[in-house]
């Protein structure tokens, strides 16, 4: 709905120009395609739309940004409060300089990456590897083939929970291996990239052989959600749950990817609750066996039913 919205629960009334979807589906726009329904979902029209939204919010209602849904569980019982979901209008991406990139935070790896291509700017090439949106990798500072956001990033937009616009530079945002410093309820709104001038040519071509051990290596044409588990200092995570005995293991319809275990899979009909409990198992025989914890990297979102 547009116009004026009535959030449940509420005397507020909300104004809205985008989209305000009721007990929204989240598990048609999560990979692993499993979950519950948002309470609301909301499609801003653009930056103004988003931040008057957020002003106008009751301060004591959650607030989470979705991107692709790459790296993300929604637990059966759905997410309370409001989603976030950034579409066209913020995924726009303007050439500052030679070397630099100012990127909406709904526009995705493969369009950052091929727009640095065009330009001749080297450096952002394993945003190709990333399967998610600006807004997730500068979050959860992404990573692929030796390379994260925190070594292209300039400078970060955020609107906060309160829709106070910050622009936050690389050293507030505080990263760590796959964390930030940016707060629950925050949408990143644009960022700035930095490269180094290149041969579009030889960009492309490593474009090019990234998507190739993607492809070799993960099981992409699956409902998956990414890597399920950071990599322990000095380890692996995929050569932990392989030595665990876990790669094939299923519980439901969850199984652990045959091709790359550190891979969680719908094989059609598993529940969130099945895969995170296979997650679980897997995090269970790691431990026994090594004495090491894993970690999720995946994003477990929502209530359980």
């Known amino acids: 709905m547009s116009g004026v919205a009535r959030l449940e629960g509420q005397s507020l009334r909300v104004p809205v120009r985008g989209k305000l979807t009721a ?4 598990a048609p726009l999560v990979w692993f395609k499993s979950g519950g329904s948002a309470e609301w979902l909301f499609e801003p029209k653009d930056e103004d739309d988003l931040v008057h939204f957020l002003r106008a919010l009751d301060p004591e209602l959650p607030v989470m940004a979705l991107g692709l849904g790459s790296n993300m569980i929604v637990r059966d019982g759905g997410v309370p409060g409001i989603v976030i979901r950034l579409g066209k209008p ?3 991406i303007d050439r500052l300089d030679a070397t630099t990139l100012r990127c909406g935070g709904g526009a995705s790896g493969i369009l950052v990456s091929s727009t640095a291509r065009d330009h001749g700017i080297a450096g952002l090439e394993f945003l190709r590897g990333i399967p998610g949106t600006v807004g997730g990798f500068v979050r959860m500072n992404g990573g692929a083939y030796g390379r994260e956001v925190k070594d292209i990033l300039v400078s970060a937009r955020i609107a906060l929970r309160s829709g106070e616009v910050v622009d936050w530079p690389l ?9 930030s410093n ?3 309820g925050a949408v990143v709104i644009d960022a700035v990239f930095r490269g180094t001038p290149g041969d579009r040519e030889a960009i492309g071509a490593e474009m090019d052989a990234i998507a190739r051990a993607r492809e070799e290596s993960q ?7 990414g890597s399920t588990f950071k990599n322990p ?4 995570a995929w050569a932990l749950v392989d030595a665990a005995g876990c790669r094939g293991l ?3 319809d969850a199984q652990v990817s045959e091709k790359h275990c550190n891979f969680l899979l719908n094989l059609g009909s598993a529940t969130s609750a099945e895969i995170e409990a296979l997650g679980e198992e897997v995090r269970r025989r790691v431990e026994a066996k090594t004495h090491i914890s894993l970690e999720w990297e995946i994003q477990r979102v929502g209530v359980s039913e």
Do not use: E, M, Q, W
Not at 23 to 26: D, E, F, G, Q, V
Not at 171 to 179: E, S
Not at 219 to 225: A, I, K, N, Q, Y
Not at 233 to 236: E, L, N, Q, S, T
């Open 171 to 179: 050293d507030k945002l505080g990263y760590t291996y796959r964390h």
């Open 182 to 184: 940016v707060p629950d």
């Open 219 to 225: 099981p992409l044409r699956s409902r998956t959600g």
């Open 250 to 252: 299923t519980i439901g």
């Open 233 to 236: 200092p000095g380890h692996k």
């Open 90 to 92: 913020f995924s726009k």
């Open 23 to 26: 007990n929204a589906p989240l």
